[in-house]
């Protein structure tokens, strides 16, 4: 005669597919040593290059923003993953390369409105250079070389 009596659950805890998740961990695979980061954390890194690449934008209307957004690089890149620490990084490139093309128009401004002409050379090259920033972003592409003038 065989026993009919169904058998007991397993006590409840971790199993050996999947070890239990200490608190304040990274999720899944956290425990086997690799550094890895939130997805929360990257996800808000992200979020603020995008942010950054949107206030250089602005900055054709005031410059400002560009400070802006380079203040908000600096103080981030450090944390950030590297694929975005290059984005970063190309900001603040940009920031500076941006401040050269605002101090030579304004230094030759006087000489038949040459100045003028720079700036124009300038906003022109920061829409293409912000651009090219944002696709490279939303591809999920790093930066070959940030801190180059060109593209």
Do not use: C
């Not at 957004?69 to 941006?98: M, N």
């Amino acid at each position: 005669m065989t026993d009919s009596t169904p058998a007991p659950d397993p006590a409840p805890g971790p199993t050996p597919e999947r070890p239990p998740e200490q608190p304040g961990s990274a999720g899944p695979g956290a425990s086997t040593g690799e550094a890895r980061t939130s997805p929360r954390d990257q996800s808000g890194d992200r979020i603020l290059v995008i942010v950054n690449y949107v206030l250089a934008f602005l900055a054709l209307s005031n410059g400002v923003t560009l400070l802006v957004a380079a203040i908000l690089a600096y103080v981030r890149r450090d944390q950030a993953e590297p694929w975005l620490k290059s984005h970063f990084d190309f900001q603040i490139a940009t920031f500076w390369y941006g401040l050269v093309f605002f101090i030579a128009g304004f230094v030759t401004l006087w000489i038949l409105g040459l100045g003028l002409l720079i700036w124009l050379v300038g906003a022109i090259w920061l829409v293409i250079r912000t651009a090219v920033g944002l696709i490279r972003l939303i591809d999920g592409r790093a930066h070959n070389d940030p801190w180059g003038f060109l593209v």
